[in-house]
C-alpha cells in the first residue's frame, strides 16, 4: 500500500505525458497532496475548480435516478487532457485523484489503466 505522497510521485513518474497530479477532497475543495504543475497551473486552483464538476455530475446523476458509479471524468483541451479519477474502497469516500497530460505525450488508455492501479495502491 502507497501513502498519498508515494502514489502521487509514482503518478508523475510513470504515466507519460503527466504535468501534474492531485489528491482531492470532493466535499471540502482542498487537495489533500499535489506535485508538479508549474507557475502558471496552480493545482490547488484545478482541484476546487474540478472539484465544482464531481459535484454536479453526481447531482445530475441523482436527478436522472443513475445508479452507477463515476470511474473517472475526462476533459480534453487542445493540448491538455485532464483526467479525474474517484476513488472506491476502503477510505476512498469523498475523494478522486486528478491528473494533468500533456496532449502531445499522452495516451489516455494507458494514463486510465496506470491510474487505476495507482489508486488500488493507494492507502488513505
Not at 68 to 88: A, C, W
Not at 96 to 119: P, T
Amino acid at each position: 500500500m502507497a501513502n498519498t505522497e508515494t502514489a502521487l510521485k509514482e503518478a508523475l513518474t510513470s504515466i507519460e505525458g503527466a504535468t501534474g497530479v492531485a489528491l482531492v477532497d470532493y466535499t471540502s475543495g482542498m487537495a489533500l497532496g499535489t506535485m508538479g504543475g508549474s507557475k502558471s497551473f496552480d493545482l490547488n486552483v484545478a482541484a476546487a475548480g474540478n472539484t465544482d464538476v464531481i459535484r454536479a455530475k453526481m447531482r445530475t446523476m441523482e436527478h436522472l435516478g443513475l445508479k452507477g458509479e463515476i470511474e473517472d471524468v475526462l476533459i480534453t483541451l487542445s493540448d491538455q487532457y485532464h483526467l479525474i479519477r474517484l476513488l472506491k474502497g476502503r477510505g476512498g469516500n469523498g475523494l478522486f485523484l486528478y491528473l494533468v497530460l500533456d496532449a502531445s505525450r499522452a495516451n489516455l488508455a494507458m494514463a486510465r489503466h496506470q491510474l487505476k492501479k495507482i489508486e488500488a495502491d493507494l492507502e488513505v
